[in-house]
T-cell receptor, first 113, second 116 residues
């Protein structure tokens, strides 16, 4: 699975959009970009995933560049409850190890009042 | 719909002992993965079970073993505990079918294991 690079920490004001970047320059054509987050002392929570098109769900939007070497997770109106570690993960589709998610250090997002 | 549950929530063991952790997968899911998360680190993949067989393994020694039962629940067993085994152990479930090979995983709250 391709490696990802994320900033170690970011701040965001409550009510503003939080834009979390991720670089995955070695991504291959059959690898998806996944985002999870982990609120303190809880298990990771799935947020969103995509292959090459931009994706949106009730939690967030995922913007993937045309060359697929980077992506941005957007939380449109951050709240204090969005304070968490956000992990960007690149994962091959299919294969025998469907379950393997390779977590890096992630980005600690702090939303302040 | 019932989410992923794990038991116990906390556990204290001494070095050399054995431990069994339990996980009930989310309703409708047929695959369980286990992760170890040391303090301040991201989760590390231990192994996955699908159709009651190990279906992928991370860089963990054989003293880490598991089981999956017909109801898709799972156990993680760790023998000969070492101090470095102290961590949060996470279970995640997902659904795999022949036509869909890539599925989001849903994590439980974890079991905090302390080895003294």
């Amino acid at each position: 699975d391709a490696k990802t690079t994320q900033p170690p920490s970011m701040d965001c004001a409550e009510g503003r959009a939080a834009n979390l970047p991720c670089n995955h320059s070695t991504i291959s054509g059959n690898e998806y970009v996944y985002w999870y987050r982990q609120i303190h002392s809880q298990g990771p929570q799935y947020i969103i995933h995509g292959l090459k098109n931009n994706e949106t769900n009730e939690m967030a939007s995922l913007i993937i560049t045309e060359d697929r070497k980077s992506s941005t997770l957007i939380l449109p109106h951050a709240t204090l409850r969005d304070t968490a570690v956000y992990y960007c993960i690149v994962r091959i589709a299919g294969g025998t190890s469907y379950g393997k998610l390779t977590f890096g250090q992630g980005t600690i997002l702090t939303v302040h009042p | 719909e019932t989410g992923v549950t794990q038991s116990p929530t906390h556990l204290i063991k001494t070095r050399g002992q054995q431990v069994t952790l339990r996980c009930s997968s989310q309703s409708g899911h047929n695959t369980v993965s286990w992760y170890q998360q040391a303090l301040g680190q991201g989760p590390q993949f231990i192994f996955q079970y699908y159709r009651e067989e190990e279906n992928g393994r991370g860089n963990f020694p054989p003293r880490f073993s598991g089981l999956q039962f017909p109801n898709y629940s799972s156990e993680l067993n760790v023998n000969a505990l070492e101090l470095d085994d102290s961590a949060l152990y996470l279970c995640a479930s997902s659904f795999i079918s022949g036509t869909r090979a890539y599925n989001e995983q849903f994590f439980g709250p974890g079991t905090r294991l302390t080895v003294l």
